[in-house]
Nanobody, 124 residues
Framework: QVQLVQSGGGPVQAGGSLRLSCAAS????????MAWFRQAPGAEREGVAT???????MYADSVKGRFTISRDNARSTLYLQMNSLKPQDTAMYYCATGPLIFCSSLVAGRFDYWGQGTQVTVSS
């Protein structure tokens, strides 16, 4: 049974930093693409970043240079380091996993399993 359990997040002031974690279990974590998505109230779920099994990242333009995705395959854990946070980064953040073939996309529908979500709120 695939499980993705998230931790981290919370309130932060603009310019601050947060780190999200996502612990994976129940499957061969190191052979799948991992990703972070986010969803603001009233908005569609949007892709933030993906990382393949070789730890090659891809980022949405809105977070390039500020966010860093990483994975620790030994610990089956995915991370998202978020720096220079802006109020527009406020959203529910979700980790996800899916086939490597989709790791070059940020399309939510291509990912099979999801974490429970964690709220990030950036105040100005």
């Amino acid at each position: 049974q695939v499980q993705l359990v998230q931790s981290g997040g919370g309130p932060v002031q603009a310019g601050g930093s947060l780190r999200l974690s996502c612990a994976a279990s129940g499957y061969a974590h190191n052979t799948y693409c991992m990703a972070w998505f986010r969803q603001a109230p009233g908005a569609e779920r949007e892709g933030v970043a993906t990382i393949d099994n070789w730890s090659r990242p891809m980022y949405a333009d809105s977070v390039k240079g500020r966010f860093t995705i990483s994975r620790d395959n030994a610990r089956s854990t995915l991370y998202l380091q978020m720096n220079s946070l802006k109020p527009q980064d406020t959203a529910m953040y979700y980790c996800a996993t899916g086939p490597l073939i989709f790791c070059s996309s940020l399309v939510a529908g291509r990912f099979d399993y999801w974490g429970q979500g964690t709220q990030v709120t950036v105040s100005s």
